[in-house]
């Protein structure tokens, strides 16, 4: 029997959790995560991870299995959430997946892209850079050497911007012209349901759970991870602000504030990103959830029938 993949995808804070909670529930089947941020188990609270009572209500996987000390690439997720995938079918015929890191998602339902070879000195003169320069020098060089893929990545984590820096030096060819080749097919169908909203309620609500986090203690939470900041894994919103709050480079309204800012800025990118999927099945925050799940059957049955 065809298995499905419902992948549940859209902008931070706009509630994907509750929906793929409530399709996983309905189809009796087990949830994913394709969170890159909710893997590491030391950062809770400044990733949004589901609550014990959401994690409780169906099985969940990706989940804080991780630590900020253990290196965890793409092209691992990918690997494991194949095997993991593999294993639910035999048991189940649909599975969902959710989350907002739009490159991890792909890697599942795609396959990862294939770069050629870098000599490490690339990345080693990057990292010098980096220290020497910051994380703006990095933002700067990309978006002139590749401005197709600066508009996508996440300008705030510098693991992204030297991967794709030095694919650009090595090759003299944009980054992004590596992407979107043809790939391996997946044994299972993927189903897409992409949640929007008008962009001010998505930003209000981001700003509401920026609040919600400082409050349920974000700043304490940092605070443990501080002495660990050089971490690829902490190099990420609402960490990276705080961090510089420590440092003393800024009061702490500030850091609130940038951590606001720039969570909405990653928000936008994840639109951006997103977008491109013209077939995916486009649902509104508000929808009703028991016609979410209605249309999304539909979008099972057409896959059985063609």
């Known amino acids: 029997m065809l298995k499905t993949l419902i992948s549940i995808v859209g902008p931070t804070a706009i509630g994907k959790t509750k929906l793929a909670i409530a399709i996983a529930k309905h189809f009796k089947t087990d949830i994913i995560s394709s969170d890159s941020r909710q893997f590491y188990k030391e950062m809770k609270i400044g990733t949004a991870v589901p609550s014990e009572e959401e994690l409780s209500i169906v099985p969940h996987h990706f989940i804080q299995h991780k630590s900020i000390f253990d290196k965890y690439s793409v092209g691992d997720f990918e690997r494991d959430a194949l095997v993991k995938l593999e294993a639910l079918f035999e048991n189940h015929d649909i599975v969902v997946m959710v989350g907002g890191s739009g490159l991890y998602i792909d890697a599942v339902t795609l396959g990862l892209d294939d770069f050629p070879e870098v000599d490490p000195k690339f990345r080693k003169e990057l990292n010098l850079q980096l220290a020497e320069s910051g994380i703006t020098s990095l933002q700067k060089q990309l978006e002139a050497l590749d401005p197709e893929y600066y508009i996508k990545v996440d300008h705030m984590n510098p693991h992204r911007l030297i991967r794709a820096l030095e694919i650009c030096l ?38 509401n759970r920026v609040d919600g986090m400082i409050r ?35 009061d702490l309204e500030f850091a609130i504030s940038e951590i606001k800012k720039n969570t909405r800025r990653f928000a936008k990118r994840q639109l951006t990103w997103f977008k491109k999927n013209d077939n995916a099945l486009k649902v509104d925050l508000n929808d009703n959830i028991l016609q979410v799940i209605t249309e999304t059957q539909k979008r099972i049955q057409k896959c059985k029938n063609d």
């Open 170 to 207: 090595a090759t003299g060819k944009p980054y992004s012209s590596f992407l979107n080749r043809p790939k391996q097919e997946r044994p299972f169908k993927t189903i897409t349901v992409q949640m929007t909203a008008d962009r001010p309620l998505i930003y209000e609500r981001i700003n």
């Open 216 to 250: 349920d203690g974000l700043l304490e939470e940092a605070r443990e991870l501080y002495a660990h900041r050089s971490l690829n894994a902490l190099q990420t919103v609402g960490y990276t602000e705080l961090f510089h709050y420590f440092d003393g480079s800024c």
